[in-house]
């Protein structure tokens, strides 16, 4: 099979914008993913929640919109490549958001996301309609919340 050496796989890299938000948990930085990541697509085949998929010109990224992640680290720990920090750290400094079209902005019970979220981040204050409050300091980007949420209101961010 051709090998593609790491400088050229650069000049394959995507040239739009990269959204550093669906990246993998643990990478080092963007740039040195873009380089160095071969596509050989075992992190799709390892991570247990199926949430990795591919992404612009075949490197893996997040989507939450499969499932969560559990942060088992075996995305990081199945890659050949030197992409990855000490998973003992923290995954990602990734959030969840709350957008405008929240349920809960029309006045409509819905308790999905708090129910999904085993970190128990999110909250809601007396009130049918109250909208959903995020503890930034509990949650960890998991994204567990996001596919359960009915508007696809909820984004993970850095
Ligand atoms: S840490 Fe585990 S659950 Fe999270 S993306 Fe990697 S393999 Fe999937
Ligand atoms: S699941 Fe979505 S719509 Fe429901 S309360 Fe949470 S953010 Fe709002
Ligand atoms: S991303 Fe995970 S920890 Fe954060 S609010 Fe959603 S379910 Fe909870």
């Known amino acids: 099979m051709l090998k593609i050496n790491s400088a050229k796989r650069s000049l394959w890299r995507p040239k739009k914008q990269i959204n550093k938000d669906n990246l993998l948990p643990w990478l080092k930085d963007a740039d040195i993913f873009f380089e160095q990541c071969t596509q050989c697509g075992d992190c799709l085949s390892a991570c247990p929640t199926q949430i990795i998929v591919k992404g612009d010109g075949g490197y893996p990224k997040i989507d939450f919109n499969l499932g969560e992640c559990e942060f088992c680290s075996k995305c990081a720990d199945i890659c050949t490549q030197p992409l990855f920090l000490d998973t003992r750290l923290p995954?990602?400094?990734?959030?969840?958001?709350?957008?405008?079209?929240?349920?809960?902005?029309?006045?409509?019970?819905?308790?999905?996301?708090?129910?999904?979220?085993?970190?128990?981040?999110?909250?809601?204050?007396?009130?049918?309609?109250?909208?959903?409050?995020?503890?930034?300091?509990?949650?960890n980007g998991c994204g567990g919340c996001v596919a359960p949420c009915p508007t696809q209101a909820i984004i993970i961010k850095e």
């Open 91 to 139: 995954a990602w400094s990734k959030k969840a958001q709350i957008s405008e079209s929240c349920l809960a902005n029309k006045n409509i019970y819905c308790r999905s996301c708090s129910d999904s979220c085993e970190a128990q981040a999110l909250t809601f204050q007396l009130g049918i309609s109250a909208l959903p409050t995020i503890n930034l300091d509990l949650c």
